[in-house]
């Protein structure tokens, strides 16, 4: 058993760390520009990143990776980069982790669907493979396969980690409520169909983020737990729905409104608990006074 998952068999609760994209866009990353490629163009702005949420109080920190496969990199000439971009990306963070902190390699989608005929099983496989070794390389202790819709897709980037790495292998779903308060992946996947499938491709720890505010994310938790009581949950939520208006997009959750909920996510069985887009490390340190307080 990894030293992730003793933590929490041992009752932990651990906080994980927030948005990195919107942070990556008030250093002046420009639309269109790869924001995976400031890992080697502009790793201090990362590293800042990364340490700020360590300082905010996070037990682990993802990776600015979340783009880094071939087909994505593909539109920025960078395809033949993924091993490189990857291993840079758990390089910043291990840094800013140090020893006492986890640091989590982040895998998105590829943006291919397998059911249209975009891309071949292996190929899938192949560029997630790729990926993982990155980050494992720059030192990752765990992936986290993240903003996932397909499960097909999932379970190829799981089985990919599982079998191409060392690191502890996690995966979440990101889920939208329905207008009768059901709540369905973009492909139609439920949380609870979601469990089985995930655990059996590999994964031990499961759970969700993006696409809800943190209330949203408790019906999430506890539909997972009507499932399986035992699997540790992750959740990474935004800072509320977004509001687009004269031109931008903003999230407007305060800390203290994410934080009203996190004890409630706890006692529905939430294991990590973290954010997505629009939190920062001021939501974070919120996160975390609470989640110590039990």
């Not at 089985?159 to 690191?167: G, K, L, M, P």
Request: charged share 20%; aromatic share 6%.
């Amino acid at each position: 058993m990894s030293n992730l998952l003793q933590k929490i068999k041992s009752g932990k609760i651990l906080v994980s760390d927030g948005a990195w994209g919107t942070f990556l866009q008030k250093k002046g990353l420009q639309p269109g520009e790869c924001p995976e490629l400031w890992n080697i163009e502009h790793s201090p702005e990362v590293l800042d990143i990364a340490q700020s949420y360590v300082d905010a109080g996070a037990d682990m920190i993802e990776t600015n990776s979340f783009g880094a496969n071939r087909f994505k990199l593909e539109h920025f000439g960078l395809s033949d980069r993924a091993f490189e971009l990857n291993k840079a990306a758990a390089e910043i963070s291990r840094k800013a982790a140090g020893p006492d902190r986890f640091v989590i390699g982040s895998v998105g989608p590829t943006g291919k669907i397998l059911m249209m005929g975009d891309v071949t099983e292996e190929e899938l496989y192949e560029a997630f493979k790729e990926q993982v070794q990155g980050l494992e390389a720059g030192g990752a202790d765990a992936i986290v396969i993240e903003t996932m819709s397909d499960l097909d897709e999932a379970r190829i980037a799981i089985r990919a980690a599982r079998e191409n790495t060392q690191c502890e292998v996690m995966c979440t779903m990101t889920f939208a409520a329905t207008p009768s308060g059901e709540y369905f992946t973009m492909m139609g996947v439920s949380p609870s169909q979601m469990v089985h499938e995930l655990l059996d491709a590999g994964a031990t720890i499961i759970g969700s983020n993006c696409g809800n505010g943190i209330a949203g994310m408790l019906h999430v938790v506890k539909e997972i737990r009507g499932v399986n009581p035992d699997i540790p949950v992750f959740i990474q939520a935004n800072a509320g729905a977004p509001i687009y208006q004269n031109g931008e997009t903003t999230f407007p959750e305060t800390p203290v409104e994410m934080g009203a909920f996190v004890s409630q996510l706890i006692e529905a069985g939430a294991n990590i608990i973290g954010g997505c887009c629009g939190t920062t490390p001021e939501h974070i340190r919120e996160i975390a006074k609470i989640v110590h307080s039990h």
